[in-house]
């Protein structure tokens, strides 16, 4: 029997806002809380009328005899599982070839939907029939995950501000970063293997996740992954001022998969007694 293709479908910024206005959802995540911040009333009426034409071309929406409009099954399913997530997951990751992508994810216990903005003005949304493992799957294909094996350093725990100079420092050389990390009393070989990273950035990509939305108080967290000649590096940030406090854990591929499946599944990252991978 021939597989069916997994649920997927692309609108426009305008088709987007119909059908999340039909969803009584002011927004999605990336979206920005007020979409229509600016626009004139004519302007939000003569692009929902727009909007509302292009999706009955396409048969994504139609009259219902009552004069209603009644959405496609399979536009209910996507855009209605990342309006009423039980949980979310966002990932951006950038590197010198491919520029800046973010991608959400969104499940309950039905559905997890993948929706990504790879256009300006374009929204893409597929369903993931894998669920939480499908989530997983496609957080390492982003990040570039293979069998990468970690870094030979040790754990670092500096501040924001050292890190900010070794950075600035690293776009000049590597000695220059080497330089500033060394200044703060990290140990050479470990200073070494960060300050190549940081001049050899391969990719960097940042991870967080939202449990479980629908409570009062959802729980948070996330972290940086940081991938250079030798391996990757996972970071977190506590503060948010210039002496933050900043940890760094030299990670392989295998490691970094459990930690993003930690997150995933909701439980508290563990840096500090990860095994070796």
Not at 115 to 128: I, Q
Not at 212 to 224: C, H, N, Q, T, W
Request: glycine content about 6%; proline content about 6%.
């Amino acid at each position: 029997m021939k597989e069916q293709p997994p649920l997927y479908i692309r609108l426009s910024a305008e088709e987007l806002l119909l059908i999340l206005w039909l969803l009584n959802t002011p927004t999605l995540p990336g979206m920005g809380g007020t979409p229509f911040a600016g626009w004139t009333e004519r302007e939000i009426a003569a692009a929902l009328s727009s909007a509302e034409r292009s999706l009955r071309a396409r048969r994504l929406v139609s009259k219902a005899p009552q004069g209603n409009i009644q959405m496609d099954e399979v536009v209910m399913a996507l855009v209605g599982t990342c309006a009423v997530a039980e949980f979310s997951v966002v990932v951006t990751s950038e590197s010198p070839e491919s520029g800046r992508w973010v991608h959400y994810f969104h499940a309950t216990q039905l559905m997890a939907v993948e929706h990504s903005n790879p256009e300006p003005g374009v929204h893409v949304f597929e369903a993931l029939e894998e669920g939480q493992d499908g989530i997983l799957r496609r957080l390492g294909e982003i990040i570039h995950l293979d069998q990468q094996t970690a870094p030979s350093a040790e754990a670092v725990k500096t501040t924001l501000d050292v890190l900010r100079r070794a950075t600035e420092a690293a776009q000049e050389s590597p000695e220059g970063a080497l330089q500033v990390l060394l200044e703060s009393e990290i140990e050479r070989t470990t200073a070494k293997s960060l300050a190549d990273s940081l001049a050899q950035v391969r990719r960097r990509s940042a991870v967080a996740a939202i449990h479980p939305l629908r409570e009062e108080e959802p729980r948070s967290d996330g972290f940086v992954i940081l991938e250079g000649p030798d391996g990757f590096w996972g970071m977190q940030i506590q503060g948010d001022d210039s002496q933050a406090i900043v940890r760094l854990w030299p990670r392989s591929a295998l490691q970094i998969r459990h930690h993003l499946r930690e997150l995933v599944l909701g439980q508290p990252l563990n840096f500090d007694n990860q095994k070796p991978g």
